[in-house]
C-alpha cells in the first residue's frame, strides 16, 4: 500500500522553529520528485519546495527562500522540511506530495498526497 506520512506539525511562536518529516511506504522516494506544499485557511494550497531526485535540485518558494531547507534521507525514506524563523502567515496544513514527474509535481497534480500536519505560528 502507497502512503506518505507527515509528522512534526504543532504550534510554535514567531521566529522559532519546527522540522516536518514525511515518511513513504509502498514505494521508494529516490525514484521520485518529492514537495511540500501548504494551504491556509480559506487559501488555494501552494507549492513550498520541492527536491528532484533526477538531479538533487531543490526549489523554493520566495516568501521560504533561506528560511525553509527541503532534504531527502533514501536510507530512510523520508523526505523532510526544516522550518526556520517561521513567521505567522506560515500558518497552514502542510502536505507532501510525490510523482514521478518534476512537472505534474509542480503543478500541483501529484499521483501521491500525506494526509497533512498543521503548523500554526502564533504568540
Known amino acids: 500500500q502507497v502512503q506518505l506520512v507527515e509528522s512534526g506539525g504543532g504550534l510554535v511562536q514567531p521566529g522559532g522553529s519546527l522540522r516536518l518529516s514525511c515518511a513513504a511506504s509502498g514505494f521508494t522516494l529516490d525514484d521520485y520528485e518529492v514537495g511540500w506544499f501548504r494551504q491556509a485557511p480559506g487559501k488555494e494550497r501552494e507549492g513550498v519546495s520541492y527536491?528532484?531526485?533526477?538531479?538533487?535540485?531543490?526549489y523554493y518558494e520566495d516568501s521560504v527562500k533561506g528560511r525553509f531547507t527541503i532534504s531527502v534521507d533514501n536510507a530512510k525514506n523520508t523526505v523532510f522540511l526544516q522550518m526556520n524563523s517561521l513567521k505567522p502567515e506560515d500558518t497552514a496544513v502542510y502536505y507532501c506530495?510525490?510523482?514521478?514527474?518534476?512537472?505534474?509535481?509542480?503543478?500541483?497534480?501529484?499521483?501521491?498526497w500525506g494526509q497533512g500536519t498543521q503548523v500554526t505560528v502564533s504568540s
Open positions: 527536491f528532484s531526485s533526477s538531479d538533487g535540485g531543490q
Open positions: 506530495a510525490a510523482d514521478w514527474s518534476l512537472g505534474d509535481l509542480v503543478g500541483g497534480n501529484p499521483d501521491y
